[in-house]
C-alpha cells in the first residue's frame, strides 16, 4: 500500500512511501522507487532475492541485439543483492514475521531507506536498515547500506554479496563472459560486454564494515558472478553496518585509454568512493538534488493530498531520465525498466521536451541534437520508403533506424501474433520532432540551433509530408491516406486530423525558414536533399493540404479521419474502469475495435493541446465532450492532455478531475500500473497539466502567453520559468499573477490576452 503523506517537517510532500510488501506485487515498487541519474537506472528490487523479481540496471544508450531480434537496452550486472544470514538463519521478509516495515523514497535527497523488524523463524528478533543512493554528483557512483541490529543477544552475521552478471532481458542474454577479479585482495572487478554492439561495462564494487570487526571476508569466482562474503559480530542493541560501494563505466567512457588503463582508473574512483564511504556519497549526492530543487521545484497551495507530491514524484523522474549528452535520448519508461526496450517515441519530443524547454533550454537542445545527429539515417529511411524529406522512425535506438517490431500480442479472432503498423504507419512523429524544434526556436531564439541542423530538421519534414500526400484532382486538394495517428486503435484511415493539421504546421514553419535568411537556407537544403523548387512546392502543398473542418452535426466536432463518424458507437464504461490496460482487446480483435468509435486516446484533443490558437473554446469543448466519453484512456498519455484542453476551454473541474487520474497512473494504488517501468511521457503531462494548463503557461507566436486556470482545490502555483535566457519565478493564484525577474532587460509576457513588459517584478490582478 502506498502512503503519500509519511514526510514531516522539511519533508513534507517530499516522501513516498510504502507499508507493506506483497510477494507478488514488487514490480511497481521497483519502478516507482527505482533511482537514476540520466547515465544510469537501477530497479528497487529488495537486496534479498525473492521470487517475481525484476532487477535492473540500465545504461542509457547502451543498446544490443540479440539473434538479430531488435535492440534494446540490456539489463547489466546487478551488485545490489544481498544474501544475509543472522545466527544461521537466512533473512526473508517470507518467513519468520515481520513488523514495522517501511519503504520511503525522499525525493528531495534521491534516497531510498527500508526499515523493519524480524522475528526469525527461531524466534530471534532484528530490527534491518537498508539505504540505497544513485549519485547525483557523480554518475558512475551508487551505493547501498544494510545496518542490522540484533535485540535478543550477540549475533554472528554473514553477508554474501557481490557482482551478478547472469541478468537477462526477459530471458534474453546480452552479454558474454568477461573478466572476473578480485583487485588488491578487496576489489570485486567484473567486466561484460554485449554480443552485437560490443559496448563494454565495467563494474567494480567494494565494502566495509563499520560498527564492528569483521572476523572473516572470503572471496569466490562463479559463471558470470563474483562473489565476496564478510561474516561479523554484533552486540545486543549495537548496530552492524556494511556499506557497499560500486562504480559503472562504459567502453564509450574510457574510449581514450587502453584495456589497463581503463581498469586503473575504475579501481582509482572505487577506492576513493570507499575511503569517504556510503555517507559522504549519500550527503554529496543529496546537495546536488538539493541544488536542483532550488531552481525547479513547482510549489502548490493546496489542501488536497498527493498533488504537491505527485508534481515532485513527475520532476524526479524527469531529472532521472535526462542522459548526459545527445548521443542517448529518453526512453518511453526512462531508465526505469525493460517496457518498450529502451526505445525513444513521440513521448519524448511532445510531452517531456516541454518541461526541459522552460527549465532547461540547453538539455531541450540536446534532445533535439539526439535527432539532428541522425538526420542522415531519417533521409535514408524516407528515400527507401520512396519519400522525400526526412522520415524518423517511430522507435528510435542507437542507430536511428526504425526499431518497431513487427508483431506483438496475440489476435483473439486468430489466435495469431497480431501485427503491428505503428512503425509502417504511424508517421506522425516526423511532424512531431519538426514542432519541438521550432517550439525550442520560439522559446529560446537561438538561431546557431537553426544553422547548425534545425532548419533542416523542419524543411525535411515538411518535404516528407508533401511527398507522403496524394494529391487528389476531383477535389483539387493534397490528401494524407492509410495512416495512423496517436489514437492506435484506429488505423489505416484517410486524413487523420491529427496527422493533417501537424503536417500543414510543420509546413508553414519551413515556409517561414526557406523565405527568410536571403535564400541562403533555400540553397542549402535543396543542396542537402538534393532538390530544386522547395519553397514552391511547399508552398503548394500547404495552400492546398486538406484539414478536417468542425461539422454541423455534431455541432463544432472535428471528425478523427473520414470515416470515424459513421462507426458504431460500444458502451467502453467497463473498460475505462478496469485497472488492467488494454482488456477490450482481449473481447475483439483490432480490426474490430479499428470498427468502433473507441479511442485509445484521442487525436484531436491532442491537435489541440498542440496548437491551441487554431480553434475557438467552444471548438475545443465540442471536441473534448464527444471525444472524452469515447476515450478509454488506455495510453498513459491520454488523461493529462485531456486535462489541459479542459483547462484551456476554461472547464476546471474537468481539467482537475483529469489531472487526478494522470497522477494515479503510476502513484495510485493499482499494483500492476508500473511493472516494466515507470511512464515517462505522463511525467511530463503531470507536468504539463499544471503549468501548461493550470497555470496557462505557454508560447503564443514570439511571446511569453499566461491565461491561468486554477481550480478550486489549488490556491496557488508556483514555479521558475525560462524564456529567451531570461530566467523568472512566477506565481499564479486565483486572483493575482506575479512575476519576478532575475536578469536584466525587459521580458515581452502577454496576460489574458493583455500585453505586458517585465523588467524586475510585474503584479497583475484579474
Not at 53 to 72: A, D, I, K, M
Not at 568 to 592: A, C, M, P, V
Amino acid at each position: 500500500m502506498l502512503t503519500y503523506t509519511t514526510g514531516e517537517g522539511n519533508y513534507k510532500d517530499w516522501i513516498l512511501g510504502e507499508d507493506e510488501f506483497c510477494l507478488r506485487h514488487q514490480g511497481k515498487g521497483e519502478s516507482i522507487f527505482c533511482l537514476a541519474n540520466g547515465y544510469m537506472g537501477i530497479r528497487s528490487a529488495h537486496e534479498e532475492p525473492y521470487p517475481f523479481q525484476t532487477r535492473g540496471l540500465f545504461v542509457s544508450g547502451c543498446f544490443n541485439s540479440s539473434h538479430n531480434e531488435t535492440v534494446e537496452l540490456p539489463n547489466g550486472a546487478d551488485t545490489c543483492e544481498m544474501l544475509i544470514t543472522l545466527d544461521g538463519e537466512l533473512f526473508s521478509m517470507t518467513t519468520g514475521k515481520v513488523t514495522g516495515y517501511s519503504r520511503r523514497l525522499n525525493l528531495y535527497t534521491g534516497e531510498l531507506i527500508r526499515q523493519l523488524q524480524w522475528k526469525s523463524p527461531k524466534g530471534r528478533r532484528y530490527e534491518l536498515r537498508f539505504c540505497r543512493t544513485v549519485s547525483r554528483a557523480n554518475v558512475h557512483a551508487y551505493g547501498l547500506k544494510a545496518e542490522i541490529c540484533p535485540l535478543d543477544g550477540e549475533a554472528d552475521i554473514e553477508i554474501v554479496s557481490g557482482i551478478n552478471a547472469r541478468m537477462t532481458n526477459s530471458g534474453v542474454q546480452h552479454f558474454n563472459d568477461g573478466t572476473k577479479k578480485v583487485l588488491d585482495r578487496q576489489y570485486l572487478y567484473l567486466d561484460q560486454t554485449t554480443t552485437q554492439s560490443n559496448l563494454t561495462l565495467y563494474h567494480c564494487c567494494g565494502s566495509k564494515i563499520t560498527g564492528a570487526t569483521p572476523e572473516d571476508r572470503s572471496f569466490g569466482m562463479q559463471r558470470r558472478r563474483i562473489l565476496e562474503t564478510v561474516r561479523f559480530q554484533v552486540e545486543k542493541g549495537a548496530k552492524g553496518c556494511y556499506e557497499k560501494l560500486a562504480v559503472l563505466y562504459t567502453s564509450r567512457d574510457l574510449a581514450e585509454q587502453d584495456e589497463e588503463q581503463g581498469r586503473g582508473l575504475v579501481l582509482e574512483h572505487l577506492e576513493n568512493l570507499v575511503e569517504k564511504g556510503y555517507d559522504r556519497l549519500y550527503e554529496e549526492s543529496a546537495k546536488a538534488y538539493g541544488a536542483y530543487w532550488k531552481e525547479h521545484d513547482v510549489r502548490v497551495k493546496t489542501e488536497h493530498p498527493g498533488i504537491q507530491l505527485a508534481l515532485r514524484f513527475a520532476q524526479y523522474h524527469l531529472l532521472g531520465m535526462i542522459p548526459p549528452d545527445s548521443r542517448s535520448s529518453i526512453a518511453a519508461k526512462g531508465l526505469t525498466g525493460e517496457g518498450y526496450k529502451g526505445h525513444v517515441f513521440w513521448d519524448t519530443e511532445v510531452f517531456i521536451l516541454p518541461y526541459y524547454l522552460f527549465n532547461s533550454p540547453m538539455k531541450a537542445k540536446q534532445l533535439l541534437e539526439y535527432r539532428m545527429n541522425r538526420m542522415e539515417r531519417a533521409r535514408r529511411n524516407a528515400g527507401k520508403k520512396g519519400y522525400c524529406g526526412l522520415m524518423f522512425p517511430w522507435e528510435s535506438a542507437e542507430s536511428g533506424r526504425e526499431e518497431t517490431p513487427l508483431f506483438a500480442s496475440m489476435d483473439i479472432l486468430t489466435g495469431k501474433a497480431a501485427q503491428v503498423w505503428a512503425g509502417i504507419k504511424e508517421h506522425h512523429i516526423t511532424a512531431d520532432i519538426a514542432y519541438a524544434a521550432w517550439m525550442y526556436e520560439l522559446a529560446t531564439g537561438d538561431n546557431t540551433f537553426l544553422e547548425n541542423g534545425g532548419e533542416l530538421l523542419i524543411i525535411g519534414s515538411a518535404l516528407f509530408w508533401r511527398s507522403r500526400s496524394v494529391y487528389v484532382k476531383e477535389r483539387s486538394r493534397y490528401e494524407i491516406h492509410d495512416i495512423i495517428g496517436p489514437d492506435e486503435y484506429t488505423e489505416h484511415v484517410d486524413n487523420n486530423a491529427y496527422s493533417n493539421y501537424m503536417a500543414h504546421y510543420v509546413t508553414r514553419q519551413a515556409i517561414h525558414l526557406l523565405r527568410d535568411g536571403d535564400g541562403k537556407r533555400a540553397v542549402r537544403a535543396e543542396e542537402y536533399f538534393q532538390e530544386t523548387g522547395i519553397l514552391e512546392k511547399l508552398e503548394d502543398f500547404a495552400d492546398k493540404l486538406y484539414l478536417p473542418q468542425p461539422l454541423e452535426n455534431p455541432d463544432g466536432v472535428i471528425p478523427q479521419d473520414d470515416t470515424f463518424m459513421s462507426k458504431k458507437i460500444l458502451d467502453i464504461s467497463g473498460y475505462r474502469n478496469d485497472n488492467i490496460k488494454q482488456t477490450i482487446l482481449k473481447d475483439y480483435s483490432r480490426e474490430q475495435v479499428n470498427n468502433m468509435q473507441v479511442l485509445k486516446q484521442s487525436d484531436v484533443i491532442m491537435l489541440m493541446e498542440l496548437l491551441p490558437d487554431l480553434f475557438s473554446g467552444k471548438i475545443k469543448m465540442a471536441n473534448w465532450e464527444y471525444y472524452e466519453p469515447k476515450t478509454i484512456h488506455d495510453s498513459s498519455l491520454s488523461r493529462a492532455i485531456y486535462s489541459v484542453v479542459a483547462s484551456d476551454c476554461g472547464e476546471s473541474e474537468k481539467a482537475f478531475a483529469s489531472f487526478l487520474h494522470a497522477i494515479d497512473i503510476d502513484m495510485g494504488q493499482n499494483p500492476y500500473s508500473s511493472d516494466e517501468g515507470i511512464h515517462a511521457a505522463s511525467m511530463g503531462g503531470i507536468w504539463l497539466a499544471v503549468v501548461r494548463g493550470f497555470a496557462g503557461l505557454r508560447i503564443q507566436k514570439d511571446t511569453l502567453y499566461l491565461a491561468p486556470c486554477l481550480p478550486k482545490e489549488i490556491e496557488e502555483i508556483q514555479f521558475h520559468t525560462v524564456y529567451r535566457g531570461k530566467k523568472m519565478e512566477i506565481c499564479v493564484s486565483h486572483k493575482n499573477i506575479h512575476i519576478e525577474s532575475r536578469e536584466s532587460g525587459e521580458i515581452p509576457v502577454k496576460i489574458m490576452g493583455q500585453e505586458y513588459r517585465v523588467s524586475h517584478n510585474l503584479d497583475i490582478k484579474y
